[in-house]
């Protein structure tokens, strides 16, 4: 089954404890993207990913790192979260040949950071 | 630079009764323009998507769009809302200049009443 798998689906930590979010996708897509959801302002892009060892920074990138090691995983890390970094999160792949391509979503990581 | 705008964050209808969810986009060169559903607890997925192509265009469980280029609108319809409809809705544009970024709107919440 095609599917993009985030993990974890729910994190509580703290303030200035460094976390990851993984993500992997079985489509042998491309494109991979990190966005986060708050109410009221839709999902907004922190990072992207063209293909492996590419990465680009989108509408919210403070605070956050991703790396693009391998074709299928594109992790998200807080280095340092901080409580505004609260929020839903979802990681999306699609194939790369045109932004008309729809995304694949996962199923969200909602982080608390006290 | 890319925009959209979702009027009335949340909506209410009757079972049966038409569904009309409003989108209104701000591009600079012809846009694509998709809607996606995102159901409780889940990823967002794709209900339609225009490229280009025809302006009226179909989508799964009965959801249709059109793309009014005179109104930079891409309003999502039904003709009979279901309990199962029950969701919350995202429009959102990119296009091929866009760098990759595709943005969304603020999110609508249908609620559909018995």
């Known amino acids: 089954e095609a599917q993009v798998t985030q993990n974890p689906r729910y994190l509580i930590t703290v303030t200035g404890k460094k976390l990851t979010v993984t993500c992997s996708q079985n489509?042998?897509?491309?494109?991979m993207s990190w966005y986060r959801q708050d109410p009221g302002l839709g999902l907004r892009q922190i990072y992207y990913?063209?293909?492996?060892?590419?990465?680009d920074k989108g509408d919210v990138p403070e605070g956050y790192k991703v790396s693009r090691k391998e074709k299928r995983n594109f992790p998200l890390i807080l280095e340092s979260p901080s409580p505004n970094q609260t929020s839903l999160y979802f990681c999306?792949?699609?194939?790369?040949?045109?932004?008309?391509?729809?995304?694949?979503f996962g199923d969200g990581t909602r982080l608390s950071i006290l | 630079a890319q925009s959209v705008t979702q009027l009335g964050s949340h909506v209410s209808v009757s079972e049966g009764a038409l569904v009309l969810l409003r989108c209104n986009y701000s591009?600079?060169?012809?846009?694509?323009l998709f809607w996606y559903v995102q159901y409780p607890n889940q990823g967002l997925q794709l209900l339609l998507k225009?490229?280009?192509?025809?302006?009226l265009v179909k989508g799964i469980n009965g959801f249709e769009a059109e793309f009014k280029k005179s109104e930079t609108s891409f309003h999502l319809t039904k003709p009979s809302a279901h309990m199962s409809d029950a969701a919350e809705y995202f429009c959102?544009?990119?296009?091929?200049?866009?760098?990759?970024?595709?943005?969304f709107g603020g999110g609508t919440r249908l609620m559909v009443k018995p």
């Open positions: 999306a792949s699609r194939t790369g040949q045109s932004n008309n391509q729809p995304q694949h």
């Open positions: 489509m042998n897509h491309e494109y």
């Open positions: 990913s063209m293909n492996v060892e590419v990465t």
């Open positions: 591009s600079s060169v012809p846009p694509y």
């Open positions: 225009y490229t280009s192509a025809a302006t």
């Open positions: 959102a544009v990119t296009h091929n200049n866009a760098g990759n970024m595709l943005t």
